[in-house]
């Protein structure tokens, strides 16, 4: 399954992340991880969080301008090599990664990485033919 | 012979000039003998002219004084826009012997054309405008102005050639070289846009230069507004005389009007270039020593004939007599216009262009400023633009590929490069009724 990701668009200046993140404060979401991509004068802020839509709204509410976009979370070994080995898959698969980041799990579980796909939809196809774990959104976002 | 003997009259007189101290009255007498011939012209050779004259009832022959030149229509740029490129000539491409052109409103350029007559002029006028600045046979000149398509360049070399002056035609941009060619040469006076010279002045303190340690005595600056800060600066920094200078590539070029020893008010070489100020909103004409906007006609230009061309600058005519002597009129520095052209490095841009360059990319018009900046002495052009939801992208690549295609659709347009910054929505200033769009300022920070 795909995971719908909330991204919104933050200029450089102090003060506008914060006030982003107070955004999704004052509507109760919760943030599971995040990824901030900076550029010289705006950054990208990319958000998991509980309910995307939500999130979306409480964003351009607060006057951001905001967009869900599919991502998958794979699961990866929590040892030397886990992460090479999913890649030499989507390698071999052809997939084109936009970015990708980690998502936060607790000691001991198994590690989960964020991927965006430049086609999500063949690359969520292709991975699990290939025998990789695609977590749900239910299950991923359950803790 | 007089070639060589004129010198002896001292800096700032030479025989061409002899015309700036015309009488009035003789002046009057042929003004009113070329705007006669030059309507005449005007309605022979371009249907424009005739089209419109003819509407209102009115023939070469309706004009039998100076004032009857105010019963005739206005040009405005959106005619050269119109006729593009070569509808306003009025000569045979036989007998023009040069094009310029320069940036129009909707990326069209402005084509203005020269008969070799009109070239004599427009040397002659040039000539003039450097006399007034105390330039002589024997001084050496570094012309900073572009050259190409823009009349700067070209205009002012013809001019200082005309002096008989030994022109150094550096053009513009390269500072270094600049700065080492006025060292090395021992220059006595330098032509450039006053914001140019600015970066000029600040680029040779950086490489160890102080220019009041040079020969440079003298700068000819224009195609593009200043203010009475600048010149301070420039004199005090640059130890010259700072002269301004007044044209525009519709009337000629450069060399419709310059500052004389007196610095108070600009000569308009009226026996060529007929001024009226006019009410911007009515059209009436009004009394000299008002202020409105500047309207030229040409009274001697044969390729292109201009008749009551608005130029959208706001001045004030000055009769009075100058303590130069001249007897043209003067035109106080022109500080602001009636329309919202801004002029960067001397290429003339309106908020419109900067419109057709974003509808270009995004297809719809994003809420957007445009921010005039001065920069260690240079304008410099910023574009906001507000991003909306159909152009934001997750992909920082893709923000940053449409921050470049923004900033290569504005070059594309105007010829600049601008520095564009993405926004965030309702992030720029609103202002209430008529959307403010630029906001200069470059007079806070000199």
Redesign the interface.
């Known amino acids: 399954m795909k995971i719908s990701q909330l991204s919104t668009f933050i200029e450089n200046r102090s003060g506008r992340l914060r006030a982003a993140c107070e955004a999704l404060a004052a509507s109760g979401i919760n943030i599971h991880t995040l990824c901030l991509a900076d550029s010289r004068d705006f950054g990208i802020l990319r958000l998991i969080v509980a309910d995307p839509l939500a999130g979306k709204a409480a964003l351009e509410a607060a006057g951001y301008v905001a967009q869900l976009t599919d991502v998958l979370a794979v699961e990866v070994a929590d040892s030397a090599g886990g992460l090479a080995r999913v890649l030499a898959t989507t390698d071999e698969a052809g997939l084109d990664i936009e970015y990708m980041y980690a998502f936060s799990t607790a000691p001991g579980q198994q590690a989960v990485v964020i991927i965006r796909f430049s086609d999500p939809d063949r690359a969520l196809a292709e991975l699990q033919r290939r025998g990789l774990n695609v977590v749900e959104p239910v299950k991923l976002l359950q803790g | 012979m007089l070639r060589e003997n004129w010198n002896d009259a001292g800096p700032g007189f030479h025989p061409v000039s002899s015309s700036d101290y015309l009488p009035a009255a003789q002046l009057r007498d042929l003004q009113l003998r070329r705007l006669k011939s030059i309507v005449g012209r005007a309605y022979a050779h371009v249907p424009l002219f005739r089209e419109r004259m003819d509407a209102r009832g009115l023939t070469p022959a309706s004009i039998e004084s100076l004032a009857d030149l105010g019963r005739l229509p206005f040009t405005v740029k959106a005619d050269l826009r119109d006729t593009y490129p070569f509808g306003l000539f009025a000569s045979p491409m036989s007998e023009i012997v040069r094009l310029h052109a320069s940036s129009g409103t909707t990326g069209k350029p402005i084509v203005v054309a020269y008969t070799a007559e009109d070239i004599q002029v427009w040397s002659s006028v040039m000539l003039r405008t450097f006399a007034a600045a105390g330039i002589s046979r024997g001084d050496i000149v570094q012309n900073a102005f572009g050259y190409g398509l823009f009349t700067g360049g070209l205009g002012a070399h013809y001019g200082l050639e005309a002096i008989g002056a030994t022109v150094v035609p550096v053009s513009g941009g390269n500072t270094d070289r600049q700065v080492m060619l006025l060292r090395d040469f021992r220059v006595n006076a330098i032509c450039a846009t006053p914001s140019y010279f600015l970066h000029l002045i600040e680029r040779a303190a950086e490489l160890g230069i102080d220019l009041r340690d040079l020969p440079l005595r003298a700068g000819v600056f224009g195609a593009e507004p200043w203010t009475p800060e600048m010149r301070q600066r420039i004199e005090a920094d640059a130890g010259i005389k700072a002269f301004d200078i007044y044209g525009l590539s519709e009337i000629i070029g450069p060399g419709v009007a310059s500052e004389c020893s007196a610095q108070s008010g600009l000569h308009v070489f009226e026996d060529h270039f007929y001024p009226e100020i006019i009410d911007p909103e009515t059209g009436a004409v009004l009394p000299d020593g008002e202020e409105g906007e500047l309207v030229l006609t040409t009274l001697s230009k044969r390729a292109m004939p201009m008749i009551r061309y608005r130029t959208r600058d706001i001045t004030r005519l000055v009769a009075e007599p100058c303590a130069c002597g001249r007897t043209l009129r003067r035109m106080e520095r022109v500080g602001r216009r009636s329309d919202d052209m801004m002029i960067i490095h001397g290429i003339n841009v309106f908020p419109s262009q900067i419109e057709a360059a974003l509808l270009a990319v995004e297809g719809a018009l994003p809420h957007y400023r445009i921010v005039l900046r001065r920069e260690h002495g240079l304008d410099q052009m910023h574009v906001e633009i507000e991003?909306?939801?159909e152009f934001?992208?997750?992909?920082?690549?893709a923000?940053?590929e449409l921050r470049r295609r923004i900033a290569h659709s504005i070059h594309n347009v105007t010829g600049l490069n601008v520095a564009v910054?993405?926004?965030?929505?309702?992030?720029l200033p609103r202002s209430e009724g008529k959307a403010k769009r630029v906001w200069d300022e470059r007079q806070d920070s000199q």
Not at chain 2, 392 to 397: H, P
Not at chain 2, 421 to 427: D, K, M, W
Request: negative net charge; glycine residues 6%.
């Open positions: 991003v909306s939801p934001f992208s997750d992909r920082i690549g923000m940053e910054r993405l926004a965030e929505p309702h992030s």
